[in-house]
C-alpha cells in the first residue's frame, strides 16, 4: 500500500529564514505525482506545488521549491524569505494514476515567528 | 468566479440526529470528495464519487451516507450511527483522472451538543 510520511509534527523559525518540511513516500508505481497543500488558521487547503516524477526538474513556485529525490522517494518542501503568512500546516501527499485518489500525510505545522 | 461551496460553516448536532452537510461546485469537476480532519491530524477520506449517480466508501465510511444525484453537489450526512462525529468536514473537486489536485471548499465544523 501506498503511505506519506511528515516526520516533523511541528516546527518554528524566525520570520525571513529559510525552512524545509520533510516528505517521504512509499510506492511501486512509476508514474505519479506529488503535491504539498497549505492549510491556514482560516482551514482552507490551499495548493502549493505540484511535481511530476517523471520529471528530473524540482519545481519552484515562488518562494517555495521542492528536492525532489525520485530514488529515496523524498519529497522535501523548502520556504525561503519565511513570511508570518506562511504559518499553516503543510500536508504532502500523493496521486497515482492508478487509482486517482491522492493519498495524505499527516501534516507538519509551521510557525513563523516574528 | 468558478469555486466550491460548502454550507454551513458550523454545525451543532444533537445526539441521536441525522445531519447533512452541503458540497456544491461550479467548477464541472467530475469527481468529488468527502474528507474528515480531527484536531491535529491529516485528512481521512469519507467517501467519493467520480461520476454522478455512483460513489465508492472511503477509510472511515461507517455511519456516512453520500449522494451524487447532480455533478455539482455531494452532500454527506452525518447519521446518529456516526458515535464520534465532532469534527471539521472538507469537501474537494477534481477533473476524473485529473492529476492537478483538488480544488477544497472552505470547509464545515460540525460539533456534537
Known amino acids: 500500500a501506498q503511505t506519506v510520511t511528515q516526520s516533523q509534527p511541528e516546527m518554528s523559525v524566525q520570520e525571513a529564514e529559510t525552512v524545509t518540511l520533510s516528505c517521504t513516500y512509499d510506492?511501486?508505481?512509476?508514474?505519479?505525482?506529488l503535491f504539498w497543500y497549505k492549510q491556514p488558521p482560516s482551514r482552507q487547503m490551499i495548493l502549493v506545488i505540484r511535481?511530476?516524477?517523471?520529471k528530473q526538474q524540482n519545481a519552484t513556485e515562488n518562494r517555495f521549491s521542492v528536492n525532489f529525490q525520485k530514488a529515496a522517494k523524498s519529497f522535501s518542501l523548502k520556504i525561503s524569505d519565511s513570511q508570518l503568512g506562511d504559518t499553516a500546516m503543510y500536508f504532502c501527499a500523493f496521486f497515482m494514476d492508478s487509482n486517482y485518489q491522492l493519498i495524505w500525510g499527516a501534516g507538519t505545522k509551521l510557525i513563523i515567528k516574528p | 468566479d468558478g469555486g466550491i461551496t460548502q454550507s454551513p460553516k458550523y454545525l451543532f448536532r444533537k445526539e441521536g440526529q441525522n445531519v447533512t452537510l452541503s458540497c456544491e461546485q461550479n467548477l464541472n469537476h467530475d469527481a468529488m470528495y468527502w474528507y474528515r480532519q480531527d484536531p491535529g491530524q491529516g485528512l481521512r477520506l469519507i467517501y467519493y464519487s467520480q461520476i454522478v449517480n455512483d460513489f465508492q466508501k472511503g477509510d472511515i465510511a461507517e455511519g456516512y451516507s453520500v449522494s451524487r444525484e447532480k455533478k455539482e453537489s455531494f452532500p454527506l450526512t452525518v447519521t446518529s450511527a456516526q458515535k464520534n462525529p465532532t469534527a471539521f468536514y472538507l469537501c474537494?473537486?477534481?477533473?476524473?483522472?485529473?492529476?492537478?489536485?483538488?480544488?477544497f471548499g472552505s470547509g464545515t465544523r460540525l460539533t456534537v451538543v
Open positions: 510506492t511501486s508505481e512509476s508514474n505519479y505525482y
Open positions: 474537494a473537486s477534481s477533473y476524473y483522472r485529473d492529476s492537478d489536485g483538488y480544488t
Open positions: 511535481q511530476e516524477a517523471y
